[in-house]
């Protein structure tokens, strides 16, 4: 009885056992397979993505909007190098002066001399007209001068205006021909005056040619820069006076010089000899200028003529086309 309680009890557990003997290595062997060679998974609908796990981080910045239109290499590198080359370079001097001396050279031709306003005894040796065979010219002077420029902001450096100021410098007036070797009055009705030669002074006046050129530098940011220009002036004089001691003995003729503009043409060079040191050298031609003298009340001695022992002789008036050629060197600075 015992023993066919024991193997009601024990024919469960040894059931039970042999399954899973028997299924465990089954389901091993499975899955080694599976490993090996895996089935293709039959064809199936898709399965929905899987819902987002929340991310706790914050979030990254949005990326910044692409430039409309961007431009192409090449031109980004034109871009990055243009402030470089601005930012290096050099600022231009508006303003220069060179000092130096100027020597003024009257390239001088003139109209023969006329008397006017002729009456009296005067009339019976000399006439109204111009004295043939006679003339006039003016002389030279070297004087301490200063060009003073400024550099225009358009045109590229190249154009600037300049002034010349100089010290004013004494003109002087010179009888040419028959009116400094011959006297203008020899004889007053066939009878002899005594009135000799002029000679060849005549009188003087202090001048400013206060002139005004542009100019074009060829080179200007060169160490050598040539120069051409083209300007006005004028010829301004003051203080005349009569210096002929034969026109001067009885008393003293009015003189006057009326202004006389002309045309400038300008050429030159300078360089750069040392930081910012220029020398210079300018060559200026005044054209078209021509200076008109009177000199009135001339009143002469007449020695030989017993009736007269003065006469007034009228007005003289003296053309002269001064025309200088104006040769300057200096040194000067940019500021």
Known sequence: MRAVLLALVLVPFVAHADRRVATTPAKAKKAKKGKKAPLPAPAKEPEPDPEPEIDMAPPAPAPAPPAANPMPDNEAVTVTAEPARVATKKKVKRFYFRGGVAHVAPLSTSRPMELSDVDGAASLAVKNGPIAGSGSTVSSA?????????????????????????????????????????????????????VGPLGPELGEAKAAPPLITLVYNAAPHSAVQPFVGVGAAVLIAYGAKVTNPMLTEVSQPEMSIAPAPGLVLQGGIEAKIYKGLYVRLDVKFIAFMLA???????QVRTPELPLFDTVEVGTAKMSVWVNPLIIQGGLGIDF
Request: aromatic share 6%; charged share 10%.
């Open 142 to 194: 070297t004087i301490p001068a200063i060009s003073i420029g400024y550099r225009l902001p358009f045109g590229g450096d190249h154009l600037s205006l300049e002034t010349v100021l100089g010290t004013p410098f004494t003109v002087k007036f010179q009888a040419t021909g028959t009116l400094a070797n011959e006297s203008i009055a020899p004889t007053a009705l066939g009878i002899p005056t005594g």
């Open 292 to 298: 008109r003298a009177e000199v009135h009340h001339v």
